[in-house]
């Protein structure tokens, strides 16, 4: 009953133009509301249903999750969005500039889908405060990133500070641990953070990309706000994923999905993803370079054999954590040092808040499953750049 009654609004606000009937918070919460109540299972547990089909070369569920049989993972298995309204995170420069360009209306922008145009529903500034972010942070306390984490709780507290009276915030570590659900108690989300500078490792290592997947599929859009993962690591899960070349000949990799598992949950939810990467930048540069920045990384004296070995693997990392983000429509920046934590929170911050908030509903209304090409433009300025995401699965029901 409830859902044929927003139906009806939603119809009636679109025939008559008023679209005041349907305010953001509104939008997100009534994609909530239409869902099921998700099971009560500690997080991360829907990773442990995952089986490697190694003919497809993809996850699929296992047999026993509530008996539906195997079936492919991807974007029809993150939490679905039960209303066809896309909506695009979106930031505008000067070409070659990374200045934001301010003071946009609805009318300025363009956006094609297919080569189709859009007519844009919903439109919004990223700091309106009526338009509410549910923020996921990611947090690797791992060994390797232990001079950086003291500088980056401090600066991820500036995020706390500045969440709005409707924003909330959830704290994923790389243990793949929700510390935190998502709440506006700032108190409680600055004593997690705190708790992570003495807190003793486990024995399974760093999962920060099981931890970025399970966020995908399991809280991403569970939220009642703008969906935002904020996550802080190298990314050296990397090569324990299954669609990776194994580090040794024989040696099998450890888990059951790849990175193309995670790249179809970006694409099946509307999260912007942001990634900050402790350490020097390694892409895009020569491999005696990267070696030599490598070699700048490690403490003590390391055998010239194992720089030689690590130094591929570090740089599959970096483009492996770079590229979650590219597709999400968000972006990765290098943590070079602990002392620019602040400068790269504030960043970010500055970044959602510049940001312009797009919806509009697809005119083609088919539930396919298939990757669709979105494409936005400022209306008369081709010089202007739009940086969002490119690409999205309109998941079937």
Do not use: C
């Amino acid at each position: 009953m409830k859902i044929a009654i927003a139906i009806t609004v939603i119809l009636l606000s679109l025939l008559i133009g008023d679209l005041s009937l349907l305010s953001w918070p509104s939008i997100f919460a009534a994609q909530s509301s239409d869902r099921k109540p998700p099971k009560k299972e500690k997080f991360g547990s829907s990773l442990k249903r995952l089986k490697w089909d190694p003919n497809k070369q993809t996850a699929v569920e296992s047999e026993q999750d509530n008996q539906k049989g195997s079936r492919e993972i991807g974007p029809g298995d993150v939490i679905k969005v039960e209303t066809n309204l896309v909506v695009l995170d979106l930031f505008v420069t000067e070409q070659n500039k990374l200045r934001a360009l301010t003071g946009l209306g609805k009318d300025d922008f363009v956006v094609t889908e297919d080569d189709v145009t859009q007519q844009i529903s919903m439109f919004s500034i990223g700091a309106d405060p009526s338009l509410p972010r549910s923020i996921v942070l990611i947090i690797d306390f791992s060994s390797s990133m232990s001079r950086f984490l003291e500088k980056s709780v401090e600066a991820a507290k500036i995020l706390v500070n500045r969440l709005g009276p409707k924003d909330e915030m959830a704290i994923v570590n790389d243990e793949v641990e929700l510390m935190v659900s998502f709440t506006g108690d700032k108190k409680r989300l600055k004593s997690a953070l705190d708790s992570l500078k003495n807190r003793p490792r486990g024995a399974h290592g760093s999962r920060q990309l099981s931890a970025l997947f399970a966020t995908l599929r399991e809280l991403s859009g569970a939220g009642q706000g703008r969906p935002i993962i904020i996550i802080q690591s190298d990314g050296d899960e990397i090569m324990n994923l299954r669609d990776q070349k194994p580090r040794a000949e024989g040696q099998p990799s450890t888990w059951e999905f790849g990175l193309a598992d995670i790249h179809a949950a970006v694409l099946g939810t509307r999260a912007t993803i942001y990634t900050l990467i402790p350490g020097e930048r390694l892409i895009g540069v020569p491999l005696e370079e990267a070696r030599m920045r490598v070699r700048r990384s490690m403490v003590g004296e390391q055998e010239d054999r194992y720089i030689n070995t690590i130094s591929p693997i570090r740089v599959r990392a970096q483009e492996a954590i770079t590229s979650v983000a590219d597709i999400s429509g968000g972006w990765a920046a290098y943590l070079e040092s602990p002392e620019r934590s602040d400068e790269l929170y504030e960043r970010i911050l500055a970044d959602i808040n510049q940001r312009y908030v797009i919806g509009y509903y697809p005119t083609n209304e088919a539930r396919d499953g298939r990757l669709r090409k979105v494409q936005v433009e400022v209306r008369g300025h081709p010089e202007y750049v739009v940086h969002g995401r490119r690409s999205y699965y309109l998941t079937p029901r």
